[in-house]
């Protein structure tokens, strides 16, 4: 079992940044994809961004591409996600997820979830 916990998020104006966090609770975490993903009110989740477990490899969601950037640090159990030219329509709950797999994360199929954490960006 990994706990993940996103402390972090907040509210900030459009155009504006802010770095989310998740910490894993168990070392196992190196050996794991992470990813983050968000859902908006009134719709899906959706996916935001994939790092594999040694974070050589990245993946965006196009809306995010070039303002995120999704990054890790195995040593300290941690993922970050660096949200810039941040937009009204980023405005959500995000979730970090961990998979065995990092495919299976960018389906939204990973095997644990964090509880979410708000982030709202101001017009």
């Known amino acids: 079992q990994v706990q993940l916990v996103e402390p972090g998020g907040g509210l900030v104006q459009a155009g504006g940044f802010l770095r989310l966090s998740c910490a894993a609770s168990?070392?196992?975490?190196?050996?794991?994809?992470m990813g983050w993903f968000r859902q908006a009110p009134g719709k899906e989740r959706e996916f935001v961004a994939t790092i594999s477990w040694s974070g050589g490899n990245t993946y965006y969601a196009d809306s995010v591409k070039g303002r995120f950037t999704i990054s890790r640090d195995n040593a300290k159990m941690t993922v970050y996600l660096q949200m810039n030219s941040l937009k009204p329509e980023d405005t959500a709950v995000y979730y970090c997820?961990?998979?065995?797999?990092?495919?299976?994360?960018?389906?939204?199929?990973?095997?644990?979830w964090g509880q979410g954490t708000q982030v709202t960006v101001s017009s």
């Open positions: 168990r070392r196992t975490f190196s050996n794991y994809a």
């Open positions: 997820a961990a998979g065995r797999v990092m495919g299976t994360v960018l389906a939204g199929k990973g095997d644990y």
